[in-house]
């Protein structure tokens, strides 16, 4: 091989590392993938009737020998959103990796928002990686797997809340390093000093 063809190898190997030369970690990719499957759950749960109730009964018997149950909001049910955690991964493959091209910060963007192409397409580049993306719906599993306590708390309790990514991919799953908006102070009437 002459020395030019050598020169020309390693020209190419260096443009194609910085082609590649994207770099974020497992957590910025678990962060962004937490953050997604709150949005995916959100949006799937805004889709079914608020005010349907189920009966859910333990195992439970009165002094007579029936079984105590009681009625809660459909979507609110332990085995509602089981179910839905369950097959909410399948979403990830909506999304693709990227990077902003104005500052280079890791994203992910879902290709496809209320059947248009997502105007923010435009403001990134594209990570192409070897598992075109798979490897999302595997750290969509491990999140939930991970955290199914936390998730089954928060989308139970009666108000969801403005930042549940936050509560639960910051403060629970601690995958991601953004506090809580924090509520103004009710000074009581009174100026600040």
Do not use: W
């Amino acid at each position: 091989m002459s020395a030019m063809n050598v020169f020309l190898c390693c020209l190419m190997l260096l443009a194609i590392a910085q082609v590649r030369g994207y770099s974020f970690t497992s957590k910025e990719v678990k962060c962004h993938v937490c953050k997604a499957t709150v949005q995916e759950l959100e949006d799937a749960i805004a889709k079914e009737d608020a005010n349907k109730k189920v009966d859910v009964s333990g195992f439970r018997l009165d002094a007579q020998g029936n079984s105590i149950s009681k009625r809660v909001r459909y979507i609110k049910s332990e085995m509602f959103l089981t179910e839905l955690m369950e097959k909410i991964c399948e979403k990830m493959d909506d999304y693709l990796k990227a990077t902003y091209k104005s500052n280079g910060k890791f994203t992910l963007l879902k290709m496809i928002i209320d059947g248009k192409m997502n105007p923010e397409s435009s403001l990134v580049d594209f990570v192409q990686d070897g598992d075109l993306n798979k490897s999302l719906g595997h750290f969509c599993l491990e999140v939930l797997e991970d955290n199914e306590e936390a998730f089954l708390k928060a989308f139970q309790a009666e108000e969801l809340g403005n930042d549940l990514d936050i509560k639960i991919c910051s403060e629970q799953a601690n995958y991601c390093d953004e506090a809580p908006v924090q509520e103004d102070y009710d000074f009581g009437g009174r100026e600040e000093l």
